[in-house]
């Protein structure tokens, strides 16, 4: 089993920049790739980013230029920096980890909310 505990999320400005935190606990070793996904009320949860093995990453094209994902492997933390943050990206934003014997995103984290104002 794999535990997803984010943090960081809040209010900010138009402009503003945020970093959310994902603390990954469990059998990592399970853990093919991890990813944050994003969900504005009323509507489908949606890919962010993604990275596998540490290095390998993937921004969907709203987040290009603005957010940046990473890991810190030593203390199994995954990030999102988001920066020039837009109103229209005020959303839960949810950690979750691929599954290395199936290939399907069946861990996920409780959210944090993102709120930016005008």
């Known amino acids: 089993q794999v535990q997803l505990v984010e943090s960081g999320g809040g209010s900010v400005q138009d402009g503003g920049s945020l970093r959310l935190s994902c603390a990954v606990s469990?059998?990592?070793?399970?853990?093919?790739?991890m990813a944050w996904h994003r969900q504005v009320p009323g509507q489908e949860r949606e890919l962010v980013a993604a990275?596998?093995?540490?290095?390998?990453?993937y921004i969907e094209a709203f987040a290009k230029g603005r957010f940046t994902i990473s890991t810190d492997n030593v203390k199994h933390v995954v990030y999102l920096q988001m920066n020039n943050l837009k109103p229209d990206y005020t959303a839960t934003y949810y950690c979750r980890a691929l599954g290395a014997s199936d290939y399907s995103w069946r861990y996920w984290g409780q959210g944090t909310l993102v709120t930016v104002s005008s």
């Open positions: 990275i596998r093995g540490g290095r390998t990453t």
């Open positions: 469990g059998d990592t070793q399970c853990i093919a790739a």
